[in-house]
């Protein structure tokens, strides 16, 4: 290797740099030895009912039993958690966690792939396991989070992945889970000068473009189902079978009513899944969203009115209204701090309770539902009989801000709780005393 070129030594050097700046310390979870049971907590299962002074047996990383009374093996770690709460882990459905470390440190934001068309991009791979923001958020409850690409027209896949491992594989729990396509704004700005508006498309191009994709793959599709040894692979249209075959859905950024028409038009004319994310003027276009079965992810409860006629409170009765409407939906965090306001889902959850939200329901748009939505209902987001023990234990109701997650399993390995919030405050701590 050359050692000689300056600029190749600084490159090198920034590297090992930033390796040391944006690497956690936690060490992940051993898996699981021995069953471990939660005796005399308050379950909230989610999926059901909320059982109280019940105990919850699991074993390999799955659940095996629930209920009062249990027996259970006498090799195992019996944990008395008395006047505590057990939920599900909490999951992000919207995030670039593991994807952007610092906004303002270009060398820490991998969100973004150069061009257009990049359905090939995947986010498992590029996901960082040794970020900072991983543990931060894990010590609020949050244990999985949908990593999403952005950028582009067709930004490329998302995946579910779990907040603790030592590697993108290993804390991949479902790859490819969602097409990430951004939608044109249709914005009503002033018209740009003449030179500005040949420099870029205009929102009409940018949807026909889109359109050209979806002729191309279909084209694609139909060759290599009539003459598969002749028909040479093109990664970027190959990436986009699942899709057309109606495997995968897409994933849109959609908060008006015309973004959010136009991708519902566009989702039946191909015979696409669709799942909307945003969703601010959801309710201006209830019956069409329901009527074809569109669940939305509100994007964040924390967040100014859309339209300049809007009440002050829409952003935060947006999920009330939905669930009265009988849409399927999940709440996100994201929002102006990015990945580093993963912590605060929760809260936002909390906040729509008081604005009309049932705290059951609030609960679920946390966990059950963006479970079932991105297709891992089956393995995580409540707690039941053969589930993975992906799940945390409270000193109170996780809604509330003074609570404290007690201790996180995911996939039954104790998870660590520190963070650099933990190390900063003990800091201090003996700072003062």
């Not at 310390?25 to 898996?31: E, T, V, W």
């Not at 339209?307 to 009265?324: E, F």
């Amino acid at each position: 290797m050359n050692t000689n070129n300056p600029l190749k030594n600084l490159a090198i050097l920034w590297s090992l740099l930033a390796t040391n700046l944006f690497a956690s310390d936690q060490i992940p979870g051993s898996p699981q030895k021995r069953p471990v049971i939660l005796r005399n907590a308050i379950i909230h299962t989610v999926s059901g009912e909320t059982i109280e002074n019940a105990s919850i047996l699991f074993q390999d990383g799955k659940i095996a039993e629930i209920g009062a009374g249990l027996a259970f093996p006498g090799e195992a770690e019996a944990i008395d958690a008395k006047g505590q709460h057990v939920y599900p882990g909490l999951i992000e459905s919207y995030s670039s966690v593991g994807l952007i470390e610092i906004d303002s440190i270009r060398a820490s934001i991998d969100n973004v792939e150069v061009g257009a068309i990049n359905p090939n991009v995947r986010a498992a791979v590029a996901f960082n396991p040794d970020s900072e923001a991983i543990p931060v958020a894990r010590a609020n409850g949050v244990l999985s989070a949908v990593i999403v690409p952005t950028g582009g027209l067709v930004s490329g896949r998302s995946a579910v992945m779990m907040l603790d491992g030592w590697s993108w594989e290993s804390m991949t729990l479902q790859a490819d889970t969602a097409m990430s396509v951004t939608w044109p704004r249709f914005s009503r700005a002033p018209r740009p000068r003449r030179e500005e508006a040949e420099a870029a498309p205009s929102d009409s191009d940018r949807l026909g473009l889109l359109h050209e994709v979806m002729r191309e793959v279909k084209a694609y599709s139909l060759a290599r189902i009539k003459a598969p040894k002749d028909q040479p692979i093109d990664l970027r249209l190959d990436a986009m079978l699942p899709v057309v075959e109606g495997k995968m859905p897409i994933l849109v950024q959609a908060n008006s009513v015309k973004q959010i028409q136009t991708a519902i038009a566009f989702a039946k004319q191909y015979q696409l899944k669709l799942i909307l994310i945003g969703g601010a003027d959801a309710m201006h276009c209830e019956n069409l969203i329901k009527e074809a079965d569109v669940p939305v992810i509100i994007s964040s409860v924390y967040r100014l009115p859309s339209r300049h006629d809007a009440a002050y409170d829409a952003a935060y009765t947006l999920p009330s209204q939905l669930q009265a409407a009988g849409i399927r939906f999940a709440i996100a965090s994201d929002g102006r701090f990015g990945a580093s306001g993963l912590r605060n889902l929760p809260y936002h959850a909390a906040t729509a309770v008081a604005f009309g939200l049932t705290e059951e329901q609030a609960v679920r748009s946390i966990t059950l539902s963006p479970a079932e939505i991105f297709g891992v209902a089956d393995r995580i987001g409540s707690l039941a009989v053969g589930k993975e023990a992906t799940l945390i234990v409270t000193d109170g109701n996780i809604l509330e801000s003074p609570t404290q997650v007690l201790r996180a399993f995911i996939q039954g390995r104790q998870v660590d709780l520190s963070s650099k919030h933990t190390q900063l405050r003990d800091k201090y701590q003996a700072k003062y005393k």
